[in-house]
Nanobody
Framework: QVQLVESGGGLVQAGGSLRLSCAASGRTFSYYGMGWFRQAPGKERELVAAISPGGGSTYYADSVKGRFTISRDNAKNTVYLQMNSLKPENTAVYFC????????????????WGQGTQVIVSS
């Protein structure tokens, strides 16, 4: 399994942008599908975006399409989430997760998780 560490969260005003990073350990990062999830207080963890091992396929939740972009750099063992036009309802703890061989659109299959990074969007 890979070990994951997220960074880049913080406080931003509505309409602003943040870029989250998730650094992975190990030599097998390029074999993992990667997902960005978020969990707001009192709500279930939900998938925001996901990307295939080679980066050629991506998935976005309807609520973030056109505003968020997931990408990865396998040479740097890092996956990113560029978040633009942020809204207060995007406030949550954001987690990255790894699934061997490809991504899924639920939490099932993601065996490695980061500790999360807090994103707060003020109105």
């Amino acid at each position: 399994q890979v070990q994951l560490v997220e960074s880049g969260g913080g406080l931003v005003q509505a309409g602003g942008s943040l870029r989250l990073s998730c650094a992975a350990s190990g030599r097998t990062f390029s074999y993992y599908g990667m997902g960005w999830f978020r969990q707001a207080p009192g709500k279930e963890r939900e998938l925001v975006a996901a990307i295939s091992p080679g980066g050629g396929s991506t998935y976005y939740a309807d609520s973030v399409k056109g505003r968020f972009t997931i990408s990865r750099d396998n040479a740097k063992n890092t996956v990113y989430l560029q978040m633009n036009s942020l809204k207060p309802e995007n406030t949550a703890v954001y987690f990255c997760a790894a699934a061997w061989g490809g991504y899924t659109i639920t939490t099932v299959g993601y065996k490695s998780w980061g500790q999360g990074t807090q994103v707060i969007v003020s109105s």
